[in-house]
């Protein structure tokens, strides 16, 4: 029986390709009238001191196809731009927010990537969330939207404002287009091996071997492949990769093994982590939240509690308002979640 299980989970993973699937926390709404959100909204941006709490009501509780049909229903009866609208009258961390659930999931990661390389210096920790933890379906539709949005190409942006290994890393990710699911029976030894043999048997770092192989394979195939790493090594491909490599590039390869392994207790790992000190990272805990809840927040929210004891509702209402962060902030996204 163990074989005929093995031989159907073969099958399974070879004739996937499927999409990833979502657990979203905004979703679709019922009984969904655009006219009349529009409507609301534009009194609530005229209102004397605007009317915030209706913004976010509204925006946060529909779904971005949603969001795009009041917008529109905004223009026809107010001959104005609604995002315009939304910017003359919001700032600091509610607009960060709003006008953030105003993209696509994927115009919003395309956003956050040029904002990293923009002008002097490189927000490298961003990058290298952004690229390392999306999957190659994902970064397909990211490259085609930055395209769209900036009219340059995704690949000479990031290599322009990198270099060496790191930059090497990122353009392989950036051009993955593999199907999601296959997995290769024949190559997951001989794979384990080749990492093992490139990094902690011999003296020095054989980059490029790592780099072929975490970029090329599909994430089922890397899962297998990372549990038969360690018949060959001591340590496992974490533990490795912090041996082996250091900098940026070792934190991209982190990312990657950390998101092959479990993407929503990554990034559940990047909230706790953006939580703790003196002061919260607001920036990641933005990203995170208008990036993913449409996509797996409902998940990430589970891997969250697991790791804290507490929910992320509980740590956003006590930590965050502990910080004196803007209290409108901490409602949208508490709404969100």
């Given at each position: 029986m163990a074989l005929v299980s093995e031989f159907l989970g073969q099958l399974?993973?070879?004739?996937?390709?499927?999409?990833?699937p979502k657990f979203p926390t905004v979703v679709t709404a019922r009984d969904f009238d655009p006219a009349k959100d529009a409507a609301r909204i534009e009194t609530a941006v005229k209102t004397k001191g605007?009317?915030?709490?209706?913004?976010?009501d509204i925006l946060t509780r529909r779904s971005y196809s949603q969001r795009r049909e009041i917008a529109f229903e905004y223009e026809k009866r107010s001959k104005k731009d609604m995002i315009t609208a939304l910017k003359g009258a919001l700032s600091g961390s509610l607009e960060a927010v709003i006008l953030g659930l105003m993209k696509s999931t994927a115009q919003y990661d395309a956003s956050e990537i040029k904002g990293s390389i923009k002008g002097l210096g490189t927000d490298e920790e961003t990058l290298i969330e952004m690229v390392c933890s999306r999957s190659a379906e994902e970064l397909v539709e990211i490259k085609r939207v930055y395209k769209e949005m900036f009219k340059k190409e995704l690949e000479k942006d990031v290599a322009g404002?990198?270099?060496?290994?790191?930059?090497?890393?990122?353009?392989?990710?950036?051009?993955?287009?593999?199907?999601?699911?296959?997995?290769?029976?024949?190559?997951?030894?001989?794979?384990?091996?080749?990492?093992?043999e490139a990094g902690v048997k011999r003296k020095g770092t054989d980059v490029a071997t790592w780099i072929t192989i975490m970029s090329e394979r599909?994430?089922?195939?890397?899962?297998?492949v990372f549990d038969r790493y360690k018949s060959y090594s001591p340590y496992d491909m974490q533990e490795s990769i912090r041996k082996e490599v250091k900098g940026d590039l070792e934190k991209s390869f982190l990312t990657l093994v950390e998101c092959f392994e479990n993407k929503q207790q990554y990034f559940a790992n990047r909230l706790s982590e953006a939580m703790k000190g003196k002061s919260a990272k607001e920036k990641v805990v933005t990203r995170i939240v208008v990036s993913r809840c449409e996509v797996d927040l409902m998940k990430i929210r589970t891997e969250f509690k697991k790791l804290n004891q507490k929910s992320f509702y509980y740590i956003i209402i006590i930590i965050l308002y502990s910080y004196y962060m803007y209290s409108y902030y901490i409602i949208i996204v508490y709404t969100l979640l």
């Open positions: 399974t993973l070879n004739f996937g390709g499927e999409s990833e605007v009317d915030e709490l209706t913004i976010i404002d990198t270099s060496g290994d790191f930059r090497s890393l990122l353009l392989a990710l950036a051009k993955r287009d593999e199907p999601s699911n296959i997995v290769d029976y024949e190559k997951i030894d001989q794979d384990a091996r080749a990492l093992y599909s994430v089922p195939h890397l899962q297998k």
